[in-house]
């Protein structure tokens, strides 16, 4: 899970690592308020993507004139697709430099690897690309965890006259990263001011598997994702119009590909998962179907941990109200019974993903 | 013959009270797998499928002799689980479980390289050596037994193509499913030697998919090897990844598209198959040379 | 460092482990109105050894009258050569069940261990004497910790139907052991009541070496070891008549070996540790000397971090108060420096360890 | 020859700044020892005894090419300075200092096991190879080369032992302390095993003392090796250890006794002396021998 930096700077108090003062505002009139408070004051538009800087989305105000105009300027932004609906309004710091700080997770080394480099800012993936001897890799030992020589040379490599102060942010975000199951905490830029180093950016991404263990709550969305998610199944909104129904995400892959491969566009990526029950298959249907573009669905099933009768009881349930046409696969798991059942319905079937994925384009231009 | 397990393994699984662990401990069987033993804590016992719970690994160890685990408990107990087939002696865990937090694979992982055990997985289908054993999911009609290696990240995607192999007659030597999971056990690499060595095997399949760099860091081993290996990549049509942020792409700069890996393999003279019809089209090529 | 049942016991409470109501008493009067508002109560001789049960250390009283004779009695008691001065007053609880848990470090394996048997209480050790299979010992990997599994396994060999209680219990010990820098950590016995499982005892040592990182106190003490420990030195009390003092915990038990030996009989064993400076070896003879069955001092030196000129400094120093024989033997780092400056003072110098000791003796029984 | 280290050893010297440090940089210098860096955090750009100074480990390594550290630093500090050592890829880490904590060591122990680094103590005086280096505070005065390898636990007793060999004409092939805490880094069948393997060494002498069990694990290790070794077990005057406790007792069950040792090494047949001159005339005997 993503989380807007309001939250994550939440966080980042909670760990004591230095933030600028900050108040979060939904309208144009609590955003003047707030930056009243501030003096000179930045406003920054709260949106879970990238580069909003570079679209427009921050400014630097320094009177209530300007924090009104650009407060109305950016919440009615939408930054590349994302419309700004909260303004983190903070108290403006110059930033005598500009560094970089990130933990996130190596996999082929299998353990959190530290990121630090002098040159940060919102240049730092072209530094990546171009000067990657700038940005310090330290590799943690899972279970040893960050050694006090690590944090004192990935000090050392932003700011030798800092040290002190820089080993113990870097103590405190690795403590946040372990402790958030983060699968990246970053810190961009983390500046150095005249009053102290502090973080003027926080970006975060929790591990969707490890939310059991924590409080956090979810930004309320209806997008199909969020209420895919809510499903235990896996959406992902594409531009095409073959709706798409899989389980196992190698195999959805794999039936994108086909469906491509036979001239269609899929509509979305959708991974009901292992297991999916007759409830489950229903919800996914009604969430594909639900995208008016979708001309066509593949239902793609080869049956593990997932039972093909359960899949088709799911499947028959929904026939009736489901308006668009249909191409069915079932394999593995209770084949025999999960096709005798569809069988009986009349649906389209078919024996291989690449005869289903065939289908649904040939469905798909009939329509 | 096959890798890892043979007809003579003995097995036991952990988790065999829940819905799945029932389930397939009783597909395990009827495929011929020799499940001497399950694990529930609090449940030690009773019996499921006729085979004796125990409370914990060890006295299932010490009770049957098993010397291989399947993993079916829940995702929040699965990490402990690893951990204590791994310090009750286990040789080879297949965990199955879906959806363990990743911090927890990186404690596991690095634990496991201070026993002697392997971890197949998780997020994985297991393995399934035809008319010998099976360890995990797969649907046990689809399998044939034969000289082709399968290895793959995914589950299904699995079953699609050694149903596709069994249907056009090409039998299996083993199909092994690694896990989509990005921090697991057993790589690319390390099945490949297996495949390598194992004299039943005359050709391998390997499927992979996008993120991370799992099969471009097998091209060097694949370069070595004396038997042929044809791969297949799924994500061709997905769309760039999720951003990660910065770091994401500090880290991986650009790697993990299908584009990339099917260049880099190409490059680096391997087959890479457009389709599973494709994988045994390029099979039967290699009987024909 | 050994702490007292209190101590401990306020440790425990800290972490959560449960503990009977307690107050601490240091005479008479206040043992009996703790004593009071127990209702039925123990009294606890408080003192850093153990077998004090056995000693009749230990009363359970159900009258003021009975209160009042047994604190009476056991303030006035020695056990094992530690007068009693304090009285730990707790509630009486009925153990209907005892068991034993601990947990220490197992230097071979290089790990804690943590040891449970259902049948603890008093004769603990000649249970594992006995029936060694009676208890349980599982090995902790230092950097992964106490994992969930092993304290079910544990907590199962205790009470299969307590399990959960149990492995709430056995964590927070295993968190408290790690926290404090336990050398041990003991509860026996764990026991059974009708209230809920509850520590009934304890004994905690802590890492002499890990202190800087803990705020415990240790109790004032003016005892030749606490002297010699407060100095940086290691000093343990014997009961014959040379006194000894050597760099280096080995040579020491050199020295009273080869002081035995040649007939003497060593009163102390004393290491004044490597680099040890002139302050600290005037330090060392005082405290030696201040013994007065102390009838000669063997002073033995082979200097590596220790220089020997430094500590010639120290003898120097300190001659004109020292009223007992001396014999020095210096060696290694500044030897010739150190010897040249003890000559001119005419003291007794030997050139082996061996030699040193045997006129030591020599020395005590002019003496 | 000798082991462990040889004339060309490149030394860095961790915590070179502190008043340990700079002595004993020098008396290495003096004794021959190939000091090529040395680390203080922070203080990196100054020199010591004419040695360069860096901030960290790695530093060194890639500007010297050190691949054996000495540690002076204080004992909050040591178990750092033992990870930074095997993180910088230092193959022998000698720790002088005294006083670590002894969770930190287990930390650090299990953390080695990971890594391809030796740590020699902590709380040990150190190696030194008679003629060729010397790793750590043995005084320089009390070598002699030559074909006698001493092992002990004690620092020194080492000196003492080793000084009166050295007066007897009696040469080392090497000096090793592997420290007296209750958890190192390397055992004594460590060292006996390269002794053992050793052509210049003849024979050892193994120091040992009361207190846990190392002695007795050598037992079986001494049996099965080609050269003698004689023992000299400290501590038989010592008072009963203070107890540890039910925990200590149920460990131990009696051992760690000098009497216990000695009984258990003379009824192996090994040979126990009775004083460091006893170790002279043991050894002297197996020459007329």
């Not at chain 1, 403590?175 to 199951?181: A, G, T, Y």
């Not at chain 1, 191409?327 to 389209?348: F, Q």
């Not at chain 2, 000289?147 to 092994?176: C, F, P």
Request: net charge neutral; charged share 25%; with cysteine.
């Amino acid at each position: 899970m993503k989380l807007y930096e309001h939250t994550a700077k939440e966080i980042f108090k909670k760990f004591d690592i230095p933030i600028p003062k900050s108040i979060l505002a939904l309208d144009v009139n609590s955003a003047v308020d707030a930056a009243k408070q501030m003096g000179d004051a930045v406003l920054k538009a709260q949106v879970l993507t990238g580069g909003r800087g570079k679209a427009g989305g921050i400014a630097v105000v320094k009177s209530t004139t300007e924090a009104k105009q650009n407060a109305q300027r950016i919440l009615a932004m939408e930054i590349k697709g994302f419309p700004v609906k909260k303004l983190l309004v903070e108290e403006y710091r110059q930033p005598l430099k500009e560094m970089y700080l990130g933990i996130t997770i190596d996999r082929q080394a299998k353990c959190p690897v530290i990121m630090a480099s002098s040159s940060g800012g919102i240049d730092i993936e072209e530094v990546a690309r171009n000067s990657p001897e700038k940005i310090m890799k330290i590799h943690i030992h899972p279970l040893a965890g960050l050694q006090d020589h690590q944090a004192r040379t990935i000090a050392n490599s932003l700011d030798r006259n800092k040290s002190r102060e820089m080993i113990d942010i870097i103590r405190k975000l690795y403590r946040l990263f372990i402790e958030n199951d983060c699968q990246l905490v970053e810190i961009n830029p983390l500046a150095e001011t005249e009053s102290g180093i502090i973080a003027l950016d926080g970006k975060m991404i929790i591990d969707d598997n490890a939310m059991f263990r924590h409080a956090l709550k979810e930004e309320v969305s209806d997008s199909l994702e969020e209420v895919a998610k809510k499903n235990g199944m896996s959406y992902v909104g594409l531009d095409g119009d073959i709706g798409c129904i899989v389980n196992g995400a190698g195999l959805a892959m794999a039936t994108l590909d086909m469906v491509t491969q036979y001239g269609g566009r899929p509509a979305n990526f959708m991974d009901v998962r292992a297991g999916a029950s007759a409830e489950q298959v229903k919800a996914a249907l009604s969430i594909v179907s639900s995208n008016v573009n979708v001309k066509a669905i593949i239902f793609n099933i080869f049956g593990g941990m997932t039972k093909c009768d359960e899949a088709a009881r799911g499947i028959i349930e929904k026939i009736p109200e489901l308006k668009k046409p249909l191409i069915v696969r079932l394999s593995g798991t209770n084949e025999k019974e999960g096709r005798a059942m569809l069988e009986k319905h009349g649906i389209h079937m078919a024996t291989s993903t690449e005869e289903a994925a065939k289908g649904v384009v040939e469905l798909g231009n009939l329509n | 013959m096959g890798i890892l397990i043979n007809k003579d393994t003995l097995v036991v699984v952990q988790g065999i009270t829940g819905k799945e662990g029932m389930f397939h401990t009783k597909q395990m069987i009827d495929f011929g797998t020799k499940i001497v033993a399950g694990v529930t804590p609090g449940k030690g016992g009773v019996k499921v499928q006729n085979v004796p719970v125990f409370d914990s690994v060890r006295e299932a160890v010490e009770r049957t002799g098993a010397r291989v685990s399947v993993i079916f408990v829940p995702p929040q107990f699965a990490a402990d689980a690893i951990f204590e087939a791994a310090d009750s002696g286990i040789e080879l865990i297949a965990c199955i479980t879906e959806g363990i937090p990743v911090h927890d694979m990186m404690r596991v992982c690095s634990y496991l390289k201070t026993t002697s055990s392997r971890l197949l997985g998780p997020n994985c289908p297991g393995i399934t050596v035809p008319g010998a054993s099976k360890i995990g999911i797969m649907p046990n009609s689809i399998h044939l037994a034969g000289n082709i290696g399968v290895v793959s990240r995914s589950g299904t995607l699995t079953y699609e193509i050694v149903d596709m192999l069994s249907k056009n007659g090409i039998g299996q030597s083993a199909s092994v499913g690694i896990g989509g999971d990005p921090v697991n056990g057993t790589s690319f690499i390390d099945i490949l030697q297996m495949f390598e060595e194992d004299p039943q095997t005359h050709a391998v399949a390997m499927v992979g998919e996008i993120g991370g760099t799992a099969e471009e860091e097998s091209i060097d081993f694949i370069k070595k090897m004396s038997k042929p290996v044809i791969t297949y990549i799924v994500g061709v049509s997905a769309p760039p990844g999720k951003t990660m942020g910065h770091a994401g792409a500090i880290i991986s700069m650009g790697v993990g598209t299908a584009a990339g890996k099917i260049k880099a393999l190409e490059e680096a003279g391997i087959i890479v198959a457009r389709s599973p019809s494709d994988i045994v089209q390029q099979i039967k090529k290699l009987d024909q040379n």
